[in-house]
T-cell receptor
Framework: EAQVTQNPRYLITVTGKKLTVTCSQN?????MSWYRQDPGLGLRQIYY???????DKGDVPEGYKVSRKEKRNFPLILESPSPNQTSLYFC????????????FGSGTQLSVL | QKEVEQNSGPLSVPEGAIASLNCTYS??????FFWYRQYSGKSPELIMS????GDKEDGRFTAQLNKASQYVSLLIRDSQPSDSATYLC???????????FGAGTRLFVKA
């Protein structure tokens, strides 16, 4: 089954404790992206990647890191989480490099205390 | 001004009616336009894409694009309670590598 797999589904952590949210897709998609979704603000892009070893900042990259060492994986790293990073996070992928017609993972609800 | 604007709703329509969802965008270089549906607690899923002016129909869904007015809409005919969800408008700018989303419109279809 074609899918984007995110883990974990729920995560509660404390300020400053490094964490990683994993994302993997099995569709051989070039493009992968991370979004955060907050009430009233919609989906805002954090980082995106057009292919292996090619990443770029989205609209809200501060406090986040990503890497794309393999085509299928695109982890999101929070080196020192803060409460304002409490949000619902989605990983997405698409064929091609322009990021159209996105396939989304099931989401990660992160709470930073 | 937000790049992609939608009325947050909620929009409430009776079962069987036409639901009309609207979206405006600010960048005239916008090239590709999408509607995603998001059920509560779930991830967004693509339901329509449109690239040129005019209408595009897919089953009960019709997307309408007017680039001169910087306006894109989604019509849902014969609305069903299962259509109750948040509908996200999304736009990609020509030459860009990201898709910009509106905040979404909540739709309720009353049985």
């Amino acid at each position: 089954e074609a899918q984007v797999t995110q883990n974990p589904r729920y995560l509660i952590t404390v300020t400053g404790k490094k964490l990683t949210v994993t994302c993997s897709q099995n569709m051989n998609h070039e493009y992968m992206s991370w979004y955060r979704q907050d009430p009233g603000l919609g989906l805002r892009q954090i980082y995106y990647s057009m292919n292996v070893e090619v990443t770029d900042k989205g609209d809200v990259p501060e406090g986040y890191k990503v890497s794309r060492k393999e085509k299928r994986n695109f982890p999101l790293i929070l080196e020192s989480p803060s409460p304002n990073q409490t949000s619902l996070y989605f990983c997405a992928s698409s064929r091609g490099v322009t990021g159209e017609k996105l396939f989304f993972g099931s989401g990660t609800q992160l709470s930073v205390l | 001004q937000k790049e992609v604007e939608q009325n947050s709703g909620p929009l409430s329509v009776p079962e069987g009616a036409i639901a009309s969802l609207n979206c405006t965008y600010s960048d005239r270089g916008s090239q590709s336009f999408f509607w995603y549906r998001q059920y509560s607690g779930k991830s967004p899923e693509l339901i329509m894409s449109i690239y040129s002016n005019g209408d595009k129909e897919d089953g009960r869904f019709t997307a309408q694009l007017n680039k001169a007015s910087q306006y894109v809409s989604l019509l849902i005919r014969d609305s069903q309670p299962s259509d109750s969800a948040t509908y996200l408008c999304a736009v990609r700018i020509f030459g860009g590598f990201k898709t910009i989303f509106g905040a979404g419109t909540r739709l309720f279809v009353k049985a």
